[in-house]
């Protein structure tokens, strides 16, 4: 018992801590999450982690919440996914309610104004490295229809305006009927 109550309160520090702590959405709090919970604590390997950022980017709602629910359900259960959604959401709740109480004097002021800018520049080199953190796990794999399905996905969304939710289907499509391939391979 003793021992679950420790992960727990790491689970949620953890997790309120980086929300704290990280500007810029989801995309910036995953590597974050990876260096957390893959190389501190060890308790999600390399691959479930792309896995868990795969899935929390292709469902619906908030990134951050969603990688959070994944890796506190993997981590310790329905209650663990509880937990680290509360250290997830309560930092920016507390934020966003105290700015909103001085919105005005937040809008028009040059400091703010510059730090946000300054902000964006972080936040931007934050998204290349988790873009190249994913390519690289993509690569790794020696798999082709993986490349394949990385490249094709770039390429319809860059050059020929594919609407998202469709890539993401058809990519869901693509990962189950290769995962029901490899289990009848196996059988």
């Not at 893959?38 to 619906?60: C, K, N």
């Not at 709602?61 to 663990?80: D, W």
């Not at 902000?119 to 988790?130: E, Q, R, S, T, Y």
């Not at 690569?139 to 996905?153: F, Q």
Request: glycine fraction near 8%; hydrophobic fraction near 55%; aromatic fraction near 8%.
């Amino acid at each position: 018992m003793k021992q679950a109550k420790g992960k727990y309160r790491t689970l949620f520090l953890s997790t309120l801590q980086l929300s704290a702590c990280t500007f810029g959405g989801g995309f910036v709090i995953i590597p974050l999450m990876r260096r957390k919970f893959v190389e501190q604590l060890h308790w999600i390997d390399e691959q479930e982690m792309l896995d868990l950022t795969a899935i929390a980017q292709s469902s619906p709602g908030a990134i951050a919440v969603n990688a959070s629910i994944l890796v506190g359900y993997h981590a310790a259960g329905i209650s663990g996914a509880l937990v680290t959604v509360l250290g997830t959401v309560l930092p920016p709740l507390v934020i966003i309610s105290v700015i909103s109480l001085f919105y005005q004097a937040f809008r028009d002021n040059v400091f703010v104004s510059m730090a946000m800018n300054g902000m964006l520049a972080g936040v931007a080199a934050v998204i290349c490295d988790v873009v190249i953190t994913m390519i690289q796990g993509v690569l790794k794999s020696k798999r082709v229809l993986p490349v394949l399905v990385m490249i094709g996905s770039f390429m319809a969304v860059r050059f020929f305006n594919v609407n998202i939710i469709l890539i993401i289907l058809v990519c869901g499509i693509l990962g189950a009927l290769q995962t029901d391939r490899r289990g009848k391979e196996a059988a």
